[in-house]
């Protein structure tokens, strides 16, 4: 599932980013909020959403594996838990992002003010010289 939500946020300043039925127990998906690459992970009851992009390589988490509550990078095999952003399996990396979400009925909902506070991350290629 991969979806763009650029529409603005309810009064309440949450916006929808999937229905409960789009996710699967242990798989990653994809969204995008206000230009921000995110996903979203459901592991048991918990629904989480943060950044896609790993803080360390830029690699895309949504291809990554998730298990105990952790996404695993797929470059580099570094671990993110998913409540608080903390990297694990031995490596000292900058957090994950983890955004403030809720579930209403049948929805899950991000704050989509947290999310725009944080500048969002970008890959650049830089063209090799000739």
């Known amino acids: 599932m991969t979806c763009d939500r650029s ?3 309810a009064p309440d300043g949450w916006t929808a980013v999937a229905t409960l039925a789009d996710l699967t127990e242990g798989a990653l998906a994809p ?6 690459r995110l ?9 989480s959403v943060c950044q896609r ?3 360390h390589e830029y690699a895309d988490l949504s291809r990554g594996r998730l298990d105990g509550g952790r996404v695993f990078c797929p470059r580099h095999r570094a671990s993110f838990n998913l409540v608080d952003g903390a990297s694990g399996g031995g490596w000292d990396l900058p957090s994950l992002r983890v955004y403030p979400t809720e579930i209403r009925g049948g929805q899950v909902w991000v704050e989509q003010a947290a999310v725009e506070a944080d500048p969002p991350l ?6 090799p010289r000739v």
């Open 7 to 9: 529409d603005p946020p």
């Open 53 to 55: 992009l790993c803080p």
């Open 31 to 36: 969204v995008e909020v206000a230009g921000h």
């Open 122 to 127: 970008r890959i650049v290629r830089i063209a």
């Open 39 to 47: 996903m979203l992970a459901l592991t048991g009851a918990r629904v």
